[in-house]
Antibody, heavy 116, light 112 residues
Framework: EVQLVESGGGLVQPGGSLRLSCAAS????????MNWVRQAPGKGLEWVSY????????YYADSVKGRFTISRDNAKNSLYLQMNSLRAEDTAVYYC?????????WGQGTLVTVSS | DVVMTQSPLSLPVTLGQPASISCRSS???????????LNWFQQRPGQSPRRLIY???NRDSGVPDRFSGSGSGTDFTLKISRVEAEDVGVYYC?????????FGPGTKVDIK
């Protein structure tokens, strides 16, 4: 069974940093591209970042470019999102999702709250 | 960026009646490989999104056949043939052809 489990969320002050993790199981992680998608409280879905299976191709939404860094460790079946210079508008549930086109496998999400 | 629009944004439906959601993209979603990467997601209250439809009209495993997708180019539709209580939630279209990936604003479906 495919499982994606996010962790690392929490409360952080504006300007602070946080690192999210997504632990994958039930499939050959190294063969799949991965994404981060977020959802602000009561709002819609926003794609954040993409990384190819070998990490050779990476994309970011303009809203996070220069502040967030996506990475992966195929040996540990893990996906990461390093978030720096956090702003109030980054407050959201962050989901990891499998696939180049965003497939049907998503985690349960981890909540990031940016507030003083 | 490709802008995805949906209508209506709110859809009160009667149980057992059909429902239809429209999704339009600001650019063609036909990819260089000939495929059209338009997904539909359902998000029930308090849950993670669940993909219902991929590449315009392909139902994901386990999705009831009352859900169907259609369309081409820039115009797409999600139809529910007979709405059931478990269909309450927000429905999003998403394009997977262009970078950045973009979602529609969502259509909230609830029961009248």
């Amino acid at each position: 069974e495919v499982q994606l489990v996010e962790s690392g969320g929490g409360l952080v002050q504006p300007g602070g940093s946080l690192r999210l993790s997504c632990a994958a199981s039930g499939f050959t992680f190294s063969s799949y591209s991965m994404n981060w998608v977020r959802q602000a409280p009561g709002k819609g879905l926003e794609w954040v970042s993409y990384i190819s299976s070998s990490s050779s191709t990476i994309y970011y939404a303009d809203s996070v470019k220069g502040r967030f860094t996506i990475s992966r460790d195929n040996a540990k079946n893990s996906l990461y999102l390093q978030m720096n210079s956090l702003r109030a508008e980054d407050t959201a549930v962050y989901y990891c999702a499998r696939g180049r086109v965003v497939e049907g496998y998503w985690g349960q999400g981890t909540l990031v709250t940016v507030s003083s | 960026d490709v802008v995805m629009t949906q209508s209506p944004l709110s859809l009160p439906v009667t149980l057992g009646q059909p429902a239809s959601i429209s999704c339009r993209s600001s650019q063609s979603l036909v990819y260089s490989d000939g495929n059209t990467y338009l997904n539909w997601f359902q998000q029930r209250p308090g849950q993670s999104p669940r993909r219902l439809i991929y590449k315009v009209s392909n139902r994901d495993s386990g999705v009831p056949d009352r859900f169907s997708g259609s369309g081409s180019g820039t115009d797409f539709t999600l139809k529910i043939s007979r709405v059931e209580a478990e269909d309450v939630g927000v429905y999003y279209c998403m394009q997977g052809t262009h970078w950045p990936r973009t979602f529609g604003p969502g259509t909230k479906v609830d029961i009248k």
